[in-house]
């Protein structure tokens, strides 16, 4: 089966806000069989909200709506759904007890507009939301059954697994498996080469590639008549990809290049520190935004100043005088200091020009020295990024590339 995905609200459809929904909703369809074809965002317009309805129950079998159930004058996807249908709304009253209850409970008075919220289009029904005021709504148009669900995430993703999941697991013939290779370290041109093989139109798995902040990430998406088949698919496929692609791949699914240095170092039983100048304290953030990565991260050091590299990591004033913070000696210095006196097995320290300002002809924005020392010995990489990214930009990727330099280091 196919979906469409309708987001209302003129807050979405404006930017006002950041419309997760359709991200999770395109993750959790695929995970029950269900293949999104078109993400929509319409604003709060009823006769606008009504031909996507329409539009989409003839193209599709299932439209999921999200948004536009609230209790105030534009929230329009009740009225627009009964437009759709040719149907007058009328009031649920078990709706009608369930947002008294809750009103009740919150020892809040409620507004009569809530009540509005009771409202479903004749021959819909509405879907039990035991986690706000707002139900939701299920019909049948055209081709398509109809799902409209809160806007507020939380409740939006509860009840697509109470109502929505199981009806669609019922009904769907085909098994969907997603696996996704994470891959840093070249760019999405040469990933597209090596495999192109594997994503030639109409090929089943499909494969694609997606590219966000520095990683490129290879979707493969297996349909099968069978959960095992679908499997089957994917599995090869990401066998030979993995082949083909190399030391490039760090990860698979939810893998993020922290995560899996971290569970290199601890089943490993080994140790990190970090020495921080342009970065900040990005690269130990990232590291701790791992529940666990106390067991094998022990210190970070933010040096930002001359001063505070010589004071907290002893490395030589005169060596920053002759070469620069930014410079190859002065980063393996920071990272042999680290090292010592943190008594761990691996330091990483890193020294840049993040820009936007700061960099001359020898040492322009985006040049960053990293440095990784374990107990034999000290290497330096050199890094040259684009100024054209932003100081943003230029951080993280500098943290990515350190922790995969990590990385490579462990699989050595």
Not at 214 to 220: A, D, E, P, T
Not at 311 to 339: D, K, N, R
Not at 367 to 390: K, M, P, T
């Amino acid at each position: 089966m196919d979906a469409d995905i309708l987001s209302i609200g003129t807050e979405v459809s404006t930017g006002a806000i950041v419309n997760t929904n359709t991200a999770w909703l395109a993750r959790a369809l695929m995970a029950v069989g269900v293949v999104p074809r078109r993400h929509v965002t319409v604003g709060d317009r009823l006769d606008a909200i009504r031909d996507e309805i329409v539009r989409a129950a003839r193209e599709v079998e299932v439209v999921i709506v999200t948004g536009g159930l609230g209790p105030t004058l534009d929230d329009m996807t009740r009225d627009s759904l009964a437009a759709a249908l040719g149907q007058p709304l009328e009031r649920d009253e078990a709706s009608v007890e369930h947002i008294r209850n809750l009103f009740r409970k919150m020892n809040r008075p409620m507004g009569e507009s809530n009540l509005q919220q009771a409202l479903v289009p004749r021959g819909a029904r509405a879907m039990e939301n035991p986690w706000g005021t707002a139900p939701g709504l299920r019909a049948e148009l055209h081709r398509a059954v109809v799902f409209c669900l809160p806007g507020v995430p939380r409740e939006m993703e509860r009840m697509f697994e109470k109502h929505v999941a199981p009806e669609l697991r019922q009904g769907c013939e085909a098994a969907v498996s997603v696996r996704v290779l994470r891959t840093f370290g070249q760019g999405e041109s040469f990933i597209g080469q090596q495999i192109a093989a594997f994503m030639a139109p109409a090929r089943n798995p499909s494969v694609g590639t997606q590219a966000s902040e520095g990683l490129i990430s290879v979707r493969i998406i297996g349909l099968a008549a069978s959960e095992q088949e679908a499997q089957r698919l994917v599995d090869a496929d990401a066998k030979a990809m993995r082949a083909l692609l190399g030391e490039i791949v760090f990860g698979e699914d939810d893998d993020t290049l922290p995560g899996v240095v971290g569970r290199m170092l601890a089943e490993r039983g080994q140790t990190l520190a970090v020495a921080e100048s342009c970065t900040g304290g990005m690269i130990a953030a990232s590291i701790t935004d791992v529940s666990g990565s106390s067991r094998y991260f022990l210190r970070g050091y933010v040096t930002y100043s001359n001063e505070s590299k010589s004071e907290l990591l002893g490395v030589p004033p005169e060596l920053i005088a002759a070469h620069g913070a930014v410079s190859e000696p002065v980063a393996e210095a920071m990272a042999v200091g680290c090292l010592q006196r943190a008594g761990v097995d691996y330091a990483l320290s890193v020294t840049g020009v993040a820009g936007p300002t700061g960099g001359t002809a020898d040492k322009p924005v985006g040049l960053v020295f990293i440095g990784l020392a374990d107990r034999r010995e000290c290497r330096v990489h050199r890094l040259q990024l684009s100024d054209h990214l932003s100081r943003w930009a230029i951080r993280d990727r500098t943290c990515k590339t350190a922790l995969n330099l990590l990385r490579l280091r462990l699989m050595a």
